[in-house]
C-alpha cells in the first residue's frame, strides 16, 4: 500500500458542484500539503498544515479549502467547481530530519470540471 | 517573475548523452535546494538534494551557486529510463514549504 494515499484518483464533475479529494497517509508526518499541476506551471501549492490544528494558506487558495480532521488526513474541498479548477491534484506529506527536508507524493487526482 | 524559473524543453538527446539543466530561483534568502523527477501521469519523487559544495550520486551530478542563484543537475550516460520530467525545488529554510520550478522535460531517445 502507498504511504500517501489519494482519493478518488480520477472525477469528473460538472461546474457548481461540491467535490471533495481525500488523503491519507501513513508515515506519521505532520506536515501535509495540497498541491495542483497544470502543463507547463509545474506544482502549485494550494494549503498547508503543519499539524492538526494549523492551517495556511498557500500561493491559490481561492476556490478552495481543507480540513485537517487528524495527523494523518487532510482533505481538499472545491465548494463550487469551475471548469478552470481541472487539473492534477496531489497531496503530499512532509519530514524534515536537521536541514534536510523531503516530500511524499499521493499518486495524484485527475480532476475534470465540464 | 516566477520564484523558481526552469526551461521547459524538451532536451530530447540520444542514449549515452551528457544533458545538464539549469534552474533559478529568486529569494536569495533560499537556503535548501532540490531535484525530484517526475514520470508522465506519475507523483514527483525526490531524485536528488544540492549542497552547498556539490554532489553526485552516480551519473547525476548536482550543483548550487548562490551567487548567481541558480541549481543545476547534470547526467551522464543517458539512458531510455531516464525519460521524465525534472523538477527544481527550493526552500527557505529545512522544514519550510516546497516551491516548485515548472519542470524540464527530458526524452531520452535510442
Known amino acids: 500500500d502507498a504511504d500517501v494515499t489519494q482519493t478518488p484518483r480520477n472525477r469528473i464533475t460538472k461546474t457548481g458542484k461540491r467535490i471533495m479529494l481525500e488523503c491519507s497517509q501513513t508515515k506519521g508526518h505532520d506536515r501535509m500539503y495540497w498541491y495542483r499541476q497544470d502543463p507547463g506551471l509545474g506544482l502549485r501549492l494550494i494549503y498547508y498544515s503543519f499539524d492538526v490544528k494549523d492551517i495556511n494558506k498557500g500561493e491559490i487558495s481561492d476556490g478552495y479549502s481543507v480540513s485537517r480532521q487528524a495527523q494523518a488526513k487532510f482533505s481538499l474541498s472545491l465548494e463550487s467547481a469551475i471548469p478552470n479548477q481541472t487539473a492534477l491534484y496531489f497531496c503530499?506529506?512532509?519530514?524534515?530530519?536537521?536541514?534536510?527536508?523531503?516530500?511524499?507524493f499521493g499518486q495524484g487526482t485527475r480532476l475534470t470540471v465540464v | 517573475r516566477k520564484e523558481v524559473e526552469q526551461d521547459p524543453g524538451p532536451f530530447n538527446v540520444p542514449e549515452g548523452a551528457t544533458v545538464a539543466f539549469n534552474c533559478t530561483y529568486s529569494?536569495?534568502?533560499?537556503?535548501?535546494f532540490f531535484w525530484y523527477r517526475q514520470d508522465c501521469r506519475k507523483e514527483p519523487k525526490l531524485l536528488m538534494s544540492?549542497?552547498?559544495s556539490g554532489n553526485e550520486d552516480g551519473r547525476f551530478t548536482a550543483q548550487l551557486n548562490r551567487a548567481s542563484q541558480y541549481i543545476s543537475l547534470l547526467i551522464r550516460d543517458s539512458k531510455l529510463s531516464d525519460s521524465a520530467t525534472y523538477l527544481c525545488v527550493v526552500s527557505l529554510s529545512a522544514g519550510n514549504m516546497l516551491t516548485f520550478g515548472g519542470g524540464t522535460r527530458l526524452m531520452v531517445k535510442p
Open positions: 503530499a506529506t512532509s519530514d524534515t530530519t536537521g536541514d534536510y527536508t523531503e516530500a511524499f
Open positions: 529569494n536569495s534568502a533560499s537556503q535548501s
Open positions: 544540492v549542497y552547498s
